[in-house]
């Protein structure tokens, strides 16, 4: 399930993303633009955004990552930047079931996905 998250989830979100991509951040070296290396502040800024929809994917008890929807509702492309599967959750189908989640919520069309390269 997502669970829409606010700026008291900040450092959860942090620490996760850390996690998450610090096997990208090692292969790629990417120190400028990994998400292994944003700032607690500029996730806090995301947060705060009016279009910026932050969910927590949560499987029973767990939270397993999260996605970042951009959605600025008035039919302009939507935007997942970024999602996140912690290592030890992977290969569960819980990143498909997170984007299923978030086309319920935020329409089935007109989307767009940031990868790392």
Same mark, same amino acid.
């Given at each position: 399930?997502?669970? *829409?998250?606010?700026?008291? #989830?900040?450092?959860?979100?942090?620490?996760?993303? +850390?996690? !998450?991509? !610090?096997?990208?951040?090692?292969?790629?070296?990417?120190? #400028?633009?990994?998400? !292994?290396?944003?700032?607690?502040?500029?996730?806090?800024?995301?947060? *705060?955004?009016?279009?910026?929809?932050?969910? *927590?994917?949560?499987?029973?008890?767990?939270?397993?990552?999260?996605?970042?929807?951009? #959605? !600025?509702? #008035?039919?302009?492309? +939507?935007?997942?930047?970024? &999602?996140?599967?912690?290592?030890?959750? *992977?290969?569960?189908?819980?990143?498909?079931?997170?984007? &299923?989640?978030?086309?319920?919520?935020?329409?089935?069309?007109?989307?767009?996905?940031?990868?790392?390269?």
């Amino acid at each position: 399930q997502l669970v *829409r998250c606010t700026t008291e #989830d900040r450092e959860l979100i942090w620490n996760m993303q +850390k996690e !998450a991509f !610090a096997a990208l951040l090692e292969k790629y070296r990417d120190h #400028d633009t990994s998400p !292994a290396n944003e700032s607690p502040e500029r996730i806090a800024w995301k947060l *705060r955004q009016p279009d910026s929809y932050f969910y *927590r994917i949560e499987a029973g008890n767990q939270v397993v990552g999260a996605i970042r929807v951009v #959605d !600025a509702g #008035d039919g302009s492309a +939507k935007r997942i930047s970024p &999602l996140f599967i912690l290592p030890r959750y *992977r290969g569960n189908g819980y990143a498909q079931a997170a984007i &299923l989640e978030a086309e319920k919520r935020h329409g089935s069309h007109n989307w767009t996905l940031d990868t790392i390269l």
